[in-house]
């Protein structure tokens, strides 16, 4: 049985991921040391004998015994919040983390996937982004220690790939929303939704004319899993749904799609460096990978009103 590494995995995207895996037949240790994953996200896999949880900050050592096939390091924070409130643990666990999670798939010959992120883009002078564009980054900003560190998360991984002959991959993950976002992670959908849900103004940030591109979580872990499965393939790959919307446009759908009757209100824009405009060039991951997404982001938000609906509820 194919044995895989997660990093982050009570995380949002880690413990989608986790899942992914075990219906693929994989055996999955997850590691987390829960400072923005929760055990929430994976409490369901309790006595499940093909999964182990490990609660450890994966900038320290790592002990596994036995063998394993791959490394998923998808531990970090990622929520502009957490840019301000935990940027020494966010470059922590993208340059101490990334090393360590290297160094264990290299002792034991397994591939490694890095989660890397559409920051490494900044605020982008080139729209669309594509894979080859280097970005427009500010170090000292406050999203620095995101970006930097993603940044710094790459350089590493293809410098184990080109100096040890790992193999590696690189996924630039690019806005994604859905079930198991925590309610006070900060980010837009989660916000917004909440806001929504509880009859509270939907805050929108500047002026609401920036855009994103958002995925829906099931459609963005189908495309890593793709990427995870190919041979041979070690330059980064954009994922995410090209559906660009302005973030003034997201409220009133989100407003519209969860029936609420909250105002829209204005808020200064919590970093000057928030890139303007942001939408993936997906045309590597359509041609490697088949992949695009499936999801709308009308339906996905309905999907994820639904589930935050739920957890509101019980509190
Ligand atoms: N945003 C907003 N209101 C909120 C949270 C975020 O208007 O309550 C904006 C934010 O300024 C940005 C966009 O929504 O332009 C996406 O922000 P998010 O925090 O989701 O992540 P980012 O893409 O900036 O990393």
Redesign the pocket.
């Known amino acids: 049985m194919p044995r895989a590494i997660v990093t982050g995995g009570a995380g949002f995207l880690g413990s989608h991921l986790v899942d992914r895996l075990l219906a693929e037949g994989y055996e999955v240790i997850a590691l987390d040391n829960l400072i923005t994953g929760r055990i929430e996200n994976i409490v369901h896999l309790a006595g499940n004998e093909r999964f182990r949880f490990i609660k450890q900050d994966v900038t320290e050592y790592l002990y596994i015994d036995g063998p394993v096939d791959i490394v998923f390091h998808f531990a970090s924070p990622a929520?502009?919040v957490d840019f301000a409130t935990k940027p020494i643990q966010i470059l922590k666990v993208n340059a101490l983390g990334t090393h360590k999670t290297l160094g264990l798939a290299k002792a034991k010959g397994a591939r490694y996937v890095l989660a890397s992120t559409s920051?490494v883009y900044g605020d982008p002078l080139v729209h669309p982004q594509t894979e080859d564009y280097t970005g427009n980054v500010n170090p000292v900003g406050i999203r620095g220690a995101y970006d930097e560190g993603k940044r710094f998360a790459e350089a590493m991984t293809m410098a184990y790939h080109r100096h040890h002959g790992l193999d590696t991959r690189i996924v630039r993950i690019f806005?994604t929303f859905g079930e198991r976002m925590r309610l006070d992670d900060?980010?837009?959908?989660p916000?917004?939704i909440g806001q929504a849900l509880r009859g509270e103004p939907l805050?929108?940030?500047?002026d609401?004319q920036?855009t994103?591109s958002f995925c829906y979580v099931s459609d963005l872990i189908e495309g890593i899993w793709r990427l995870s499965q190919l041979p041979d393939y070690h330059e980064p790959v954009n994922i995410g749904n090209p559906d660009e919307r302005t973030?003034l446009e997201v409220?009133q759908l989100v407003k519209q799609l969860a029936q609420s009757p909250s105002d829209i209100v204005f808020?200064p824009?919590?970093s000057p460096d928030?890139?303007r405009r942001?939408r993936p060039d997906i045309t590597r991951a359509r041609q490697l990978l088949g992949w695009e997404p499936q999801v709308s982001v009308e339906e996905g938000l309905r999907r994820t009103i639904e589930h935050f609906r739920a957890r509101l509820a019980v509190g």
């Not at 900060?186 to 959908?189: K, T």
């Not at 805050?203 to 500047?206: L, S």
């Open positions: 929520s502009p920051e806005n900060g980010r837009m959908v916000n917004f805050t929108v940030y500047g609401g920036q994103r973030v409220a808020r824009l919590f928030e890139p942001r």
